[in-house]
């Protein structure tokens, strides 16, 4: 063959030498070095000689960098997995605390319906379970071997590229030589499912800022994830928060990044690729940070059961009270059109739901008996939402388990 036994053995001892030197940050470049593979060459035939200028036999730049990249970005999600599932487990304690206290849902933040604390917490637990399930596709997508395309043709030498493909832990090898080394759709999957998280993160940490505020009071940060103002002593400030929503533009900005860089590239390589790793690094550097940052403000998050619960104003029973007169055989949207009757009703009189009477509410609708007084009560407004997915006890238990269930598949 082109190297002999003896050869490789010298190429791979010097090679092993130069690794050595890199985690010892004690690699030195030279002015010359045009990039890091020349001076990885450079370096190599310091050390064993001119059977370094048979490194390269077999294999371009192009090829070479395309096989790292994507070495690169499949530990890359791995590592990213760990830290979403960290999160996850301080979603699954808060669910777990306050699985059942009450606290008013919102749509278009107007308070809506009963809903719980374990049922919101578990709302952002799903949002990442997808995450993962994006990453690991990307991983397996990514893992398709590009060496062996050499510049872009393939190379001209025997090389065996299944061999290659199970040495490096690749599930395929690529088809075609030339969209192999300019192929860089595993990269912009990868910004995507960046983007995502940290589109998860920012509404988790938006909310989190709503119900921290004075106004809401449901919760309260701790002081390990605020600051203080400069000239209010009162302030608390959720400046984590704030950060790691302001980071999601961030992630979004070097998808599109990429995306503009590679809308008008012709077939095979071109230099502009150069840009492609510096987003990635940089929305990696940003998750590797933001990730741990919200797994600390949950897992020390104090809940006011209370003041969520004083917050579940009566019009939120409206909904439970179309869905009695349903009960009763009155079509849903007439159902909803008296019950809109009895919010103008009370509104009128500077009352709500709860105390207009019994009499007053069959003036509008003779379905109305006694044991609609029942569907003011919040506890029984959860239950009654006995569906997969539902706010009633039953299910938020079958989905809390859900949540522990899908952790435990990914060996946590």
């Known amino acids: 063959g082109v190297l002999s036994n003896s050869e490789a053995k010298t190429i791979l001892n ?73 999160l996850q487990s301080t979603l699954i304690e808060s669910a777990t605390g306050n699985l059942n206290t009450p606290m008013p849902g919102y749509t278009h933040l107007q308070p809506a319906q009963p809903i719980t604390w374990g049922h919101w917490s578990l709302s952002h637990f799903w949002p990442l379970q997808r995450d993962i399930q994006r990453l690991t596709q990307v991983q397996e997508r990514t893992s398709s071997l590009p060496l062996g395309s050499a ?132 929305s990696t550097d940003t998750l590797i940070l933001a990730l741990p940052v919200m797994s600390g403000v949950i897992s020390t998050l104090k809940i006011n059961p209370d003041k969520m619960s004083a917050s579940i104003l009566p019009t939120l029973s409206a909904t439970d009270m179309a869905d009695y007169l349903v009960d009763k055989g009155v079509p849903f949207r007439e159902a909803h059109g008296i019950v809109g009757q009895l919010v103008l009703l009370a509104e009128k009189q500077g009352q709500d739901l709860t105390t207009l009477s019994l009499n007053e509410m069959q003036a509008i609708s003779q379905y109305f008996t006694e044991d609609v007084m029942d569907t003011f009560d919040v506890n029984t407004a959860l239950k009654r939402r006995g569906v997969i997915g539902g706010t009633s006890p039953e299910y938020l238990d079958i989905q809390l388990q859900s949540a522990k269930d899908a952790l435990t598949k990914l060996n946590v």
């Open 14 to 86: 010097g090679l092993e030498k130069i690794r050595l030197e890199f985690a010892d940050k004690k690699f030195i470049f030279n002015d010359n070095d045009e990039d890091i593979h020349t001076a990885v060459e450079r370096r190599l035939t310091e050390i064993i000689g001119s059977v370094a200028g048979k490194l390269h036999t077999g294999r371009s730049r192009n090829d070479q960098v395309a096989t790292d990249f994507r070495l690169w970005t499949m530990h890359t999600c791995s590592k990213l997995v760990d830290h979403i599932v960290k």
């Open 151 to 282: 510049a872009l043709a393939g190379t001209s030498f025997g090389i065996d590229r299944a061999k290659l493909a199970a040495d490096l832990e690749f599930n395929s090898i690529s088809e075609n030589s030339l969209d192999a080394v300019s192929d860089r759709d595993f990269a912009a999957d990868f910004l995507f499912s960046t983007a995502m998280i940290g589109i998860h993160l920012s509404r988790l940490s938006e909310q989190l800022i709503l119900f921290s505020s004075s106004e809401f009071g449901f919760v309260s940060l701790d002081d390990a994830y605020t600051t203080g103002s400069s000239l209010l002593p009162q302030k608390k400030n959720p400046d984590t928060l704030e950060l790691t929503r302001g980071k999601s533009g961030r992630l979004i900005g070097n998808l599109t990044g990429l995306l503009t860089t590679l809308k008008g590239l012709p077939s095979a390589y071109d230099k502009d690729l150069q840009e492609d790793k510096e987003y990635l690094f940089d």
